[in-house]
């Protein structure tokens, strides 16, 4: 059984206990779904998602987050409550998008797939901030409740506010309703180290991340993550046994970028879509099935694998991400694993199999 890098389901019932469970194995809400991934494609290139939290049993706000809590009260009403989409919240979330570098969801509800009838599996809150003086609507942010955690799904404000840092108070004051609530943990969802897009969540401080290694959340730490990241550690790892198998190639000779490691969020009828996002290939075998290698972040292990072509990729999911051009060491083809071969921490393994396989051919 491989680790479920990506993996969505679309429960029909979600108590507050299985939400907590499944936040507390670095899952999250995507629309009416949840939803894991370990790795994610920007740039034409794949980045790590770092999921993060903040254990609020320890957690004290910070000076500077007391001294903004404080200044903006002066300015603004907050309230919290169950969660409301109407006119007035579509149309500050219009002036948001209008202004966001970004793709965004039509709507708020399209967004959230809620569409007001009251059958949804999630326990979705608001925060909402309005002009002392005029009642205007100038920010609001939804989170979703869970039995003893809060998982922050969206946050919006008016783009002509920004320098009150509207969005980034929501998320205190979320913090803060939790703490009034004797809640343990607060999710604010991933950051990709090297995408700066995401890295307003640190300003949280004292964040705990998601680490694959020992499937347990430690204390967010750059510098490890730098080196043994999800995406990270792949790239070292494979691109140095690239090298090993091809010693008298240029760079990145026989190390493959792989963007549809994602297929099975578009695709959860199958369960063996290739998950990884670097491999490298070792040739095919006698029934011309793919052979290659991939690093599994997680076991710190390497992985050869048997893979077949999936006919008709552009039926099975939308390749969105790869509109614009790739290189030659991009393989763009959707790859199913039909078979583990071999699992091996260990370099010789691998030059081992590719004798045998040698020997095999020459007999």
């Known amino acids: 059984m491989l680790f479920p890098y990506v993996d969505k389901n679309t429960p029909f019932v979600l108590s507050p206990e299985s939400l907590d469970w499944y936040l507390s194995k670095g899952w999250y809400r995507m629309g009416g779904h949840i939803f894991t991934t370990h790795f994610l494609f ?15 049993k320890t957690h004290q706000f910070s000076k500077s987050q007391r001294k903004l809590m404080r200044k903006n009260a002066k300015l603004f009403d907050v309230a919290s409550g169950p969660r409301i989409i109407d006119v007035e919240r579509e149309k500050l979330y219009a002036r948001y998008a209008a202004n966001f570098d970004g793709h965004l969801s039509p709507t708020i509800s399209d967004s959230l797939e809620d569409y007001k009838v009251n059958t949804g599996i999630f326990n979705t809150w608001e925060t909402t901030i309005r002009d002392k003086i005029s009642g205007k609507l100038v920010a609001v942010s939804y989170f979703d409740l869970g039995g003893t955690s809060t998982a922050s799904i969206l946050g919006i404000y008016d783009p002509l506010l920004s320098t009150f840092s509207l969005g ?74 690239a090298a090993l198998l091809h010693p008298e190639g240029p760079v990145n000779t026989g190390f493959y970028v792989y963007p549809l490691f994602e297929a099975k969020l578009y695709d959860s009828n199958t369960d063996n879509y290739l998950a990884y996002p670097y491999f490298v290939p070792l040739g095919r075998d006698s029934e011309n099935t793919l052979v290659l290698v991939v690093y599994d972040p997680s076991e710190e292990v390497f992985l050869v694998l048997h893979c077949s072509l999936v006919p008709n990729t552009m039926l099975s999911f ?31 393994a691998i030059h081992d199999l590719l004798r045998q396989a040698t020997q095999d051919l020459n007999s």
Not at 42 to 56: G, N
Not at 217 to 232: A, C, K, R, T
Not at 335 to 340: D, G, I, S
Request: glycine content about 4%.
């Open 42 to 56: 920007f740039q034409e290139q794949p980045f790590s998602a770092i999921w993060i939290r903040q254990d609020l």
């Open 168 to 241: 980034y108070y929501t998320m205190l004051l979320e913090m803060k309703f939790c703490h009034e609530r004797r809640l343990e943990y607060y999710y604010p969802g991933y950051v990709v180290p090297g995408y700066q897009r995401f890295d307003y969540k640190l300003r949280l401080r004292a964040s705990e991340y998601f680490d694959l290694r020992s499937e347990s959340w430690i204390p967010y730490n750059l510098e490890d993550i730098s080196h043994n990241g999800p995406v990270e550690s792949q790239r070292r790892i494979l691109g140095n046994l």
């Open 318 to 348: 939308k390749l969105s991400h790869l509109s614009g051009s790739v290189g030659a060491n991009y393989f763009t083809d959707l790859l199913r694993v039909e078979k583990l071969l071999l699992r091996s921490s260990s370099v010789e």
